[in-house]
Structures are given as structure tokens and as C-alpha cells.
């Protein structure tokens, strides 16, 4: 009778789990970070700002040039890619969609 119990308190809270994620969908912003010579630039800080809400999210690209910002809610970010000893990049208006990956691979210039 228990193991019923726990079973069915289960069930209800996968079903309230996967209702809760069809109702806040969200979209992943990913790509890889590059030099001019499309060689890997790791330890650049990524930077993505909702224009509407004000939300922040970072993320690092790792020892290949690569990072990925999961869970981001659907908007229009402003994005900055900065690394030392590089230019830093800006993308405006960068749209997250629910669902998707948006795949930005910014390839930054020598210098400060």
C-alpha cells in the first residue's frame, strides 16, 4: 500500500514537473570563440543581457574556444565576447527563441 502511495506521489510530481517545463520553454545560446586564424580562444567571458528584463547570464569558453548558456528565456539579449589581449565583440539584439540554439561564433581581433 506505501509503495502505491509513493508511487502515485511520484507520477503527480513528474506530471506537474513536465507541465511546469512546457510552460517555461527556453532557448540555449552556444557557439565557439575564436582569433582571426579561426584558432580556439579560451577563457573568453561571455556576456548576454536581456534588453527587456535586465537579466544577466555569463558563461566562459573552455580550452577548445567553445561555451553554452542553457535555460535562457526567450528575448532579445545584447551580447559581449571579451578575452585579454583581444577587442571585444558586441552583438545586439541577439534573439533567444524557445527551443532553439542560437549559434554565435565570434571571431575576435588581436589587441585592447
Given amino acids: 500500500m506505501k509503495k502505491r502511495i509513493v508511487l502515485c ?9 513536465s507541465l511546469w517545463a512546457q510552460n517555461n520553454p527556453t532557448g540555449t545560446l552556444a557557439g565557439a570563440v575564436m ?4 584558432a580556439a580562444v579560451p577563457g573568453a567571458k561571455i556576456i548576454a543581457d536581456d534588453l527587456t528584463t535586465g537579466i544577466v547570464l555569463k558563461a566562459a569558453s573552455d580550452s577548445q574556444g567553445r561555451f ?4 535562457v528565456p526567450p528575448g532579445k539579449y545584447n551580447v559581449a565576447v571579451t578575452a585579454k589581449g583581444f577587442r571585444g ?5 541577439v534573439a533567444i527563441v524557445a527551443g532553439q540554439v542560437y549559434d554565435l561564433n565570434p571571431v575576435l581581433k588581436v589587441g585592447s
Wanted: glycine residues 4%; negative net charge.
Fill in 9 to 17: 506521489l511520484l507520477c503527480g510530481f513528474w506530471a506537474t514537473l
Fill in 68 to 71: 553554452q548558456i542553457a535555460n
Fill in 35 to 38: 582569433d582571426p586564424s579561426h
Fill in 89 to 93: 565583440a558586441v552583438f545586439q539584439s
